[in-house]
Structure formats: structure tokens, C-alpha cells
């Protein structure tokens, strides 16, 4: 059957805007909205960023990906919902492969913060493989203020503690999951093993679509 375009991806937009943006307690006003694909040469002190990290589906189908079981990743509708208050968005195109990107996104991150942006004025919104990716970034950069949303990037072995990747990660985390997903879980066991984390926050949506919700 051909898949039906996935009404959750707009809602999910919305929301992820939201939330990122609540992480980041955002006054950033009426900006030009910003959707960059790369690192800018400069950064602005004054800015906020967010980082988008994307899922597993568009390192071999692109930004325009569709999905035989959940259909089309609005990729271009999700960055710019996340851009929608002023925010510059910085949303990378990964190459197929391991979790090299973890290394880079860490390495943009250290930058900024070298060039005088502060941590709380930088987000990280990952799904799927994107949102594991995520978990370990936050784990290498050890940085309390810095946000994370993970969207459905929780797998199993990290909620088990088989994959200890997440554990010893820091900043101001926030997990989003759908009860009927069976690929990415609610990161609750992890965030409740890493008892230094200051109120992670932890949201789960009960509707049918499972992974195909963000």
C-alpha cells in the first residue's frame, strides 16, 4: 500500500519547536528566520542556535526521504518550524555510515562556546539515529547547560544499560517518545540512572503512528 503522508510530522514540528524552544527559555523576538545547512564561518554571541540532527532514512535517501512505512520526512517543514521565532537552525546532511558525526557536532559545539556563544543559547534536537546521536554528544561535552531534545532516539540497549553510551551524559535533557514506537523508547531508565541530571524531563504521546510521529 502507498503510504499516506503522516499528518504527526506537521504536528510534531510544532511541537518540537515548542519544546526546544522552551529548553532554551528563548526571548529571541521577530528575527529572520534561518535554516543553514553547514557551520557559518561566524557565529553571533547574541543568537541562539539548533542543531538539528536527522534520522537513519535521509543519510542514503536524502532531505526529501519517504519512508515505505511511515512515509515522507518532512525535513525542510521541521527545520524551519524549529527556525519559526528567530533561531538559527543548523541542519547538517550527514554522510551513510557509523556515528562519526557525533565527533563534529561536539567539535561545533566546543567552537561556539569558544566564540562566546553561551551554552544555554544551544540546542540540540535529534531524532531516530539523530537522537542517539545526540545522547552521546551530550556525553562528550559534559556541559550542564547545554539543551537536548531526543526524539525517539532512546534504543533499547541504551534503556536496558547494555549500551552504556548515554550514561555520564549531562546538560538540560528533554525525551519525546510515542508509547506505540518499537524503535526508539522514552529515555526515563537512562535519565533515572544519571542521578547528577538537574529534572531531565521526560514526555510520552499515545497515538498510533510510532516512529513515524516526529
Given at each position: 500500500?502507498?503510504?499516506?503522508?503522516?499528518?504527526?510530522?506537521?504536528?510534531?514540528?510544532?511541537?518540537?519547536?515548542?519544546?526546544?524552544?522552551s529548553l532554551a527559555a528563548v526571548t529571541a523576538g521577530a528575527q529572520a528566520q534561518t535554516v543553514l545547512r553547514e557551520m557559518p564561518e561566524q557565529v553571533d554571541r547574541a543568537r541562539h542556535y539548533i542543531f538539528y540532527v536527522h534520522g537513519r532514512i535521509i543519510e542514503t535517501e536524502g532531505p526529501e526521504a519517504v519512508s515505505e512505512r511511515f512515509g515522507p520526512y518532512d525535513f525542510k517543514g521541521i527545520t524551519e518550524g524549529l527556525a519559526s521565532r528567530g533561531q538559527t537552525v543548523i541542519a547538517e546532511l550527514r554522510a551513510p555510515g557509523g556515528l562519526d558525526y557525533v565527533d563534529t557536532l561536539a567539535a561545533h559545539i566546543r567552537g561556539m562556546q569558544g566564540a562566546g556563544v553561551p551554552a544555554r543559547n544551544i540546542t540540540v534536537v535529534g531524532f531516530s539515529k539523530g537522537g542517539y546521536m545526540a545522547l552521546r554528544v551530550a556525553q562528550a561535552l559534559q556541559d550542564p547547560e547545554v539543551n537536548f531534545a531526543i526524539l525517539a532516539g532512546c534504543i533499547a540497549e541504551a534503556i536496558s544499560g547494555e549500551d552504556l553510551s548515554g550514561d555520564g551524559l549531562d546538560g538540560r535533557l528533554l525525551s519525546m517518545a510515542n508509547s506505540a514506537d518499537t524503535l526508539g523508547f522514552p529515555c526515563t531508565p537512562l535519565f533515572a540512572r544519571n542521578t547528577h541530571l538537574a529534572s531531565p524531563v521526560s514526555v510520552v504521546f499515545h497515538e498510533g503512528s510510532g516512529h513515524g510521529l516526529f
Amino acid at each position: 500500500m502507498t503510504p499516506s503522508p503522516c499528518l504527526g510530522i506537521a504536528r510534531a514540528a510544532r511541537l518540537i519547536a515548542i519544546l526546544a524552544l522552551s529548553l532554551a527559555a528563548v526571548t529571541a523576538g521577530a528575527q529572520a528566520q534561518t535554516v543553514l545547512r553547514e557551520m557559518p564561518e561566524q557565529v553571533d554571541r547574541a543568537r541562539h542556535y539548533i542543531f538539528y540532527v536527522h534520522g537513519r532514512i535521509i543519510e542514503t535517501e536524502g532531505p526529501e526521504a519517504v519512508s515505505e512505512r511511515f512515509g515522507p520526512y518532512d525535513f525542510k517543514g521541521i527545520t524551519e518550524g524549529l527556525a519559526s521565532r528567530g533561531q538559527t537552525v543548523i541542519a547538517e546532511l550527514r554522510a551513510p555510515g557509523g556515528l562519526d558525526y557525533v565527533d563534529t557536532l561536539a567539535a561545533h559545539i566546543r567552537g561556539m562556546q569558544g566564540a562566546g556563544v553561551p551554552a544555554r543559547n544551544i540546542t540540540v534536537v535529534g531524532f531516530s539515529k539523530g537522537g542517539y546521536m545526540a545522547l552521546r554528544v551530550a556525553q562528550a561535552l559534559q556541559d550542564p547547560e547545554v539543551n537536548f531534545a531526543i526524539l525517539a532516539g532512546c534504543i533499547a540497549e541504551a534503556i536496558s544499560g547494555e549500551d552504556l553510551s548515554g550514561d555520564g551524559l549531562d546538560g538540560r535533557l528533554l525525551s519525546m517518545a510515542n508509547s506505540a514506537d518499537t524503535l526508539g523508547f522514552p529515555c526515563t531508565p537512562l535519565f533515572a540512572r544519571n542521578t547528577h541530571l538537574a529534572s531531565p524531563v521526560s514526555v510520552v504521546f499515545h497515538e498510533g503512528s510510532g516512529h513515524g510521529l516526529f
